[in-house]
């Protein structure tokens, strides 16, 4: 079955105690992008990547970190994580850029 | 189920009865334009989409309507029905050398039946 998978679901964790959130595709698929949901606000792009070890800044980069050093994996890291990056993240990927993404089911994160 | 949207614009139409829901876009060098569809406690998913070449495509009881000139998205869904209910987002591409995504605020659908 294609799918995004995002890795944990839930997560309620302390300030500046880093982490990683996966995310793996099965698609092969050369485009993946990380989004943060906040009510009222829709979905933020926070990193993209073109293909293997190409990543860019979206529009809310800052406070977090990503890798591509392969296709299939996309990981978020959050090396300081501080309370405003409490938010639902979703991963997604796509066999281009300019094609519909797939989503994966969401990470709830609390930064307490 | 997730909570996504706590004060999101909402769309309440009877089942059976023609749905519109409308998206203005930001960048006028936008050319590519997605409708996803989030259920609670899930991810969006893809409906239809359109490129900027084009100004109408229709899918399966779904139509997308691209206006460039005011930079003004629609998708009017037919026959609504319950399980329709959920909540829409657009999603403007644009290529900067890479493909960046902007996805609008969302509107909540309710169907009543």
């Known amino acids: 079955e294609a799918q995004v998978t995002q890795n944990p679901r839930y997560l309620i964790t302390v300030t500046g105690k880093k982490l990683t959130v996966t995310c793996s595709q099965n698609m092969n698929h050369e485009y993946m992008s990380w989004y943060r949901q906040d009510p009222g606000l829709g979905l933020r792009q926070i990193y993209y990547?073109?293909?293997?070890?190409?990543?860019d800044k979206g529009d809310v980069p800052e406070g977090y970190k990503v890798s591509r050093k392969e296709k299939r994996n996309f990981p978020l890291i959050l090396e300081s994580p501080s309370p405003n990056q409490t938010s639902l993240y979703f991963c997604?990927?796509?066999?281009?850029?300019?094609?519909?993404?797939?989503f994966g089911d969401g990470t709830r994160l609390s930064i307490l | 189920g997730e909570s996504v949207g706590l004060h999101l614009p909402t769309l309440s139409v009877q089942e059976g009865d023609n749905s519109i829901i409308n998206c203005a876009y930001s960048n006028s060098a936008s050319d590519y334009f997605i409708w996803y569809k989030q259920e609670s406690g899930k991810g969006p998913q893809f409906i239809i989409d359109?490129?900027?070449?084009?100004d109408k495509r229709q899918g399966q009881r779904v139509t997308v309507l691209l206006n460039k000139t005011v930079k003004h998205l629609s998708l009017q869904i037919a026959a609504t029905q319950p399980g329709d209910s959920a909540v829409y987002f657009c999603?403007?591409?644009?290529?900067?050398?890479?493909?960046?995504?902007?996805f609008g605020a969302g509107t909540r659908l309710f169907v009543k039946a």
């Open positions: 997604a990927s796509s066999q281009q850029g300019d094609q519909p993404q797939h």
């Open positions: 359109i490129r900027s070449n084009m």
């Open positions: 990547s073109m293909n293997v070890e190409v990543t």
């Open positions: 999603a403007e591409i644009t290529n900067t050398g890479g493909f960046k995504t902007i």
